[in-house]
């Protein structure tokens, strides 16, 4: 069965620092999606990605998030400068359709120092 | 203000019982309704979908109602398993929105 794909499964860094997270969602998919959960907590929408812009985002997605969609396949998450409560579980996320159901990836396990 | 309500406390059953989790949601219309399974340090999986018009849902064990009147959806797992164990995630899309918002779970521990 396809899978949305997340490198790398753990990433530890000095606050600060720029991190990219990666993502290779479904490839026939046409709406990507990242979510974040801090530990003991719920999952939270970060940003939506559609037509290869955003199409909503949450109020933790400042100017410190990006996203990008490089090449047709990969799906990029970019923190700038890192900050401690930045530490989380980073789930990328993909659909079919917008009244479909979320197929996501095994998350990225940022931690920051 | 917009809320996805679960049960925070954790549900301890015996194997071969029925689970209900329960979910209500307060000053959202959503066409839909989804049920998602999460393991510890894993990514949300998907298990079902309901919509408005549907009462109720079934896939082999599992068995979904949502009543828009009530705002409420419950989860059902029938003949319960240690398997089963397991953080069960309610969530919506908000109408005319992109996201999948998710509610804070229900952990479910199925002893054997």
């Known amino acids: 069965e396809p899978e949305v794909t997340q490198t790398p499964s753990h990433q530890v860094t000095q606050m600060g620092q720029e991190v990219i997270l990666r993502c290779v969602p479904i490839s026939n998919h046409l709406y990507f999606y990242w979510y974040r959960q801090i530990l003991g907590q719920k999952v939270e929408f970060l940003v939506s990605?559609?037509?290869?812009?955003?199409?909503?985002k949450s109020e933790i997605f400042d100017d410190q998030f990006s996203v990008e969609r490089p090449d047709g396949s990969n799906f990029t998450l970019k923190i700038r400068s890192t900050k401690l409560e930045d530490s989380a579980m980073y789930f990328c996320?993909?659909?079919?359709?917008?009244?479909?159901?979320?197929?996501f990836g095994s998350g990225t396990q940022l931690s920051v120092l | 203000s917009q809320k996805i309500e679960q049960n925070s406390e954790a549900l301890n059953i015996q194997e071969g019982k029925t689970a209900t989790l329960t979910c209500n949601y307060t000053?959202?219309?959503?066409?839909?309704l989804q049920w998602y399974r999460q393991d510890p340090g894993r990514g949300p999986v998907f298990l079902l979908l309901?919509?408005?018009?549907?009462k109720e849902k079934r896939k082999e064990r599992l068995k979904v109602t949502f009543d828009t009147t009530l705002k409420q959806s419950l989860f059902h797992i029938t003949a319960s398993q240690p398997a089963d164990s397991a953080t069960y995630l309610c969530a919506l899309v908000p109408t005319g929105g992109f996201k999948t918002i998710f509610g804070a779970g229900t952990r479910l521990f199925v002893k054997a």
């Open positions: 309901i919509r408005e018009n549907e």
């Open positions: 996320a993909s659909m079919t359709d917008i009244n479909e159901k979320l197929f």
């Open positions: 990605f559609y037509n290869n812009e955003i199409s909503e």
């Open positions: 000053n959202y219309s959503p066409a839909y």
